[in-house]
């Protein structure tokens, strides 16, 4: 009997997390460029992020009626294929429709369906295969989207640097050859079902329990923690310390996927040894001090230092929801999974809003609305509290 060789389904995972990485890093590296190639008004370059978070939920929402219907295989390798496309359509579509902003929003939905169905598929896929310690096998798959937006950042900056940005198709065409390889490792892995073969949780058995909503709320809360600070790392640099965009990016947004990876890296090696709840609390704590440290601190390079150790405090919690989901509901299945994903973009998607807003209300005082954002480290800790108890309550009865 041949034995499944699940170390190419994990590393076939970790490809995915990267592709993801690549497909939500890579298009704001070019805001400006777009802007200044394709007169594309700022107000419409927004767009491109909304459009990509927006596909992402709505694929989200599509994966959890559909996907066990399908099979998890088509699914996936269909993401690979649509991150590729998309990748391929950002460097050919601009130039080949009459308007150049519609060639790119079409690209990036493209390849935000890909990315929305490697966030909902890759982590039942591992979840379900018969790794020793789940928790950390999860943490560690995570920490790969880290890695690949430090790679996508620092690479495409040096691609920029040697050969100039108005050589970005290239790039653009470089980058779709990891999903495209991808398709072969998804294609050929060994993957398993989930809750028996597909007959886990429906959506309402799930929206039923009052524990399932802590951790829709958990997942919310790590969104808006993780991306309220990572996409306003690069103007806290640059506005605080007064560093170009290039450094602003690489000390701001690139540290802070830095410090986040080492976290997810940390629990995904020793996590066996850990108790993931309290990892989380510890990690909720130090992220409300990150915060206190970016909106209250006097001296810039403490408040940056605040901004990239927010990264190591946010990266075990969305992987550690997902984890403790997995345990309380271990029939929850695929819509559990993306469920959950669509929790956490929406979180991702509320957070840095309101710190905008907050920051344009209080005169462009970024400070101000780093402040802001403290409310929701804030909730997670005291839903962390409450599952907790929730397990005491259980262990004294």
């Not at 298009?27 to 200044?36: E, I, M, W």
């Not at 649509?82 to 060639?103: H, K, N, Q, R, T």
């Not at 907050?358 to 997670?380: C, E, K, S, W």
């Amino acid at each position: 009997m041949i034995v499944p060789n699940y170390r190419k389904t994990k590393t076939a995972c970790y490809m995915g997390l990267i592709t993801q990485a690549i497909a939500a890093n890579f298009a704001p590296l070019l805001f400006l460029t777009f802007h200044n190639n394709y007169r594309i008004s700022l107000g419409n370059i927004a767009w491109i992020s909304t459009c990509f978070f927006f596909t992402q939920l709505l694929v989200d929402l599509f994966c959890a009626r559909f996907v066990d219907k399908i099979g998890y295989r088509a699914c996936i390798v269909a993401s690979e294929v649509s991150s590729a496309a998309g990748l391929i359509g950002l460097a050919l579509l601009p130039d080949l429709l009459p308007d150049p902003f519609v060639g790119i929003l079409l690209s990036v939905i493209v390849y935000a369906i890909g990315s929305g169905l490697i966030e909902v598929l890759c982590s039942p896929i591992i979840e379900a295969c018969p790794f020793e310690n789940k928790e950390a096998t999860m943490s560690l798959l995570h920490s790969f989207y880290c890695w690949g937006s430090v790679g996508t950042i620092l690479l495409s900056t040096l691609f920029f640097a040697v050969f100039g940005i108005e050589r970005w198709k290239w790039l653009a065409l470089l980058w779709a050859l990891v999903p495209a390889v991808n398709v072969y490792n998804f294609a050929t892995c060994p993957i398993e079902r989930l809750a028996g073969g597909g007959e886990g949780m429906g959506i309402q058995e799930l929206l039923k329990r009052p524990l399932f909503w802590l951790a829709v709320c958990l997942m919310i809360c790590s969104g808006a923690s993780e991306l309220a600070m990572a996409q306003w790392a690069s103007a806290y640099a640059e506005a605080a310390l007064g560093l170009s965009k290039t450094l602003g990016d690489l000390a701001g947004p690139c540290l802070f996927a830095v410090s986040m990876g080492i976290s997810r890296v940390i629990f995904g090696k020793y996590g066996d040894k850990m108790d993931l709840r309290k990892f989380m609390t510890g990690s909720g704590i130090l992220c409300v001090i990150c915060y206190l440290l970016a909106s209250l601190s006097v001296n810039p390079w403490l408040g940056l230092t605040g901004c990239i150790l927010c990264g190591f405090s946010v990266g075990i919690m969305w992987p550690g929801t997902i984890s403790i989901s997995s345990k309380k509901f271990p029939a929850g299945g695929t819509a559990m999974f993306a469920l959950l994903a669509m929790a956490g973009d929406l979180g991702g998607s509320i957070g840095p809003g309101i710190v905008g807003r907050v920051t344009q209300h209080a005169g462009d005082n970024i400070r101000i609305g780093m402040g802001v954002g403290l409310v929701f480290p804030m909730i997670l800790l005291i839903a962390l509290f409450i599952i907790g108890r929730e397990k005491h309550l259980k262990r004294e009865s």
